[in-house]
């Protein structure tokens, strides 16, 4: 892809003519300073990918997390029902002796 302009590849129209007039100069120009910013993007694209697969990680990581505590919370509940059913199975039988 690259063109005889220095190794550049071809670079798209953005739309923006001040940009579109300065692209070509610069890569006419084999100006250093175009390709260190050209890898710069790269370098933010990729980094911007990475980030964003990561949030996506991060997010579902956080809805399991929260599915997984809503459960915990209702099996809580459901104990602690238990334990108090049994706590007064536990009275009731005491209070019921000590009248015998």
């Known amino acids: 892809m690259a063109s005889g302009n220095g190794g550049f590849p071809e ?3 953005t739309g923006n003519p001040a940009v579109d007039a300065a692209l070509p100069r610069l890569q006419m ?3 250093t300073r175009f ?3 050209e890898d710069a993007m790269v370098v ?5 990918k ?3 697969e990561m949030l996506k990680q991060h997010a579902e990581f956080l809805a399991s997390h ?3 505590l ?3 919370k209702l099996r809580m ?3 602690d029902d238990k334990l108090t059913a049994l706590i007064d199975i536990i009275i009731r039988r005491e209070s019921g002796s000590a009248h015998d």
């Open 77 to 79: 509940e459901e104990f």
């Open 70 to 72: 809503e459960r915990h």
């Open 29 to 31: 120009r084999n100006d």
């Open 44 to 48: 933010q694209a990729h980094l911007g």
């Open 11 to 13: 670079i798209p129209p």
């Open 50 to 52: 990475k980030m964003s």
């Open 35 to 37: 390709r260190d910013i």
């Open 66 to 68: 929260d599915e997984s």
